[in-house]
């Protein structure tokens, strides 16, 4: 075999060599990239499943202040009248 083929085959091997080796990187990046999408994909849902969660938590804690603002005035009168009922004895 001549010289001159001799290095076209060893330019050749080398060039496929290059190109599997841009092919197994082109596949790890898909791979990563899924993984990313993957990824965020999660804690897009972690993140809606919070936000329904604090807005749970506001909604419950709105309606305990109601009730107790409505309770304030209550216990007021039943102070007022346990201090009336002691004054009289």
Same mark, same amino acid.
């Given at each position: 075999?001549?010289?001159?083929?001799?290095?076209?085959?060893?330019?050749?091997?080398?060039?496929?060599?290059?190109?599997? *080796?841009?092919? /197994?990187?082109?596949?790890?990046?898909? @791979?990563?990239? =899924?993984?990313?999408?993957? #990824?965020?994909?999660?804690? %897009?849902?972690?993140?809606?499943?919070? *936000?329904?969660? /604090?807005?749970?938590?506001?909604?419950? @804690?709105?309606? =305990?202040?109601?009730?107790? #603002?409505?309770?304030?005035? %209550?216990?007021?009168?039943?102070?007022? *009248?346990?201090?009336?009922?002691?004054?009289?004895?």
């Amino acid at each position: 075999m001549s010289d001159a083929i001799k290095d076209a085959l060893s330019r050749l091997s080398a060039a496929i060599d290059r190109l599997d *080796a841009a092919s /197994l990187r082109h596949a790890d990046g898909d @791979r990563a990239r =899924t993984t990313l999408e993957t #990824e965020l994909s999660l804690m %897009r849902e972690d993140r809606h499943q919070l *936000a329904r969660l /604090l807005d749970e938590e506001r909604a419950a @804690r709105m309606s =305990t202040e109601a009730g107790l #603002e409505q309770l304030a005035p %209550r216990i007021d009168n039943a102070i007022a *009248a346990i201090r009336d009922g002691l004054g009289r004895v």
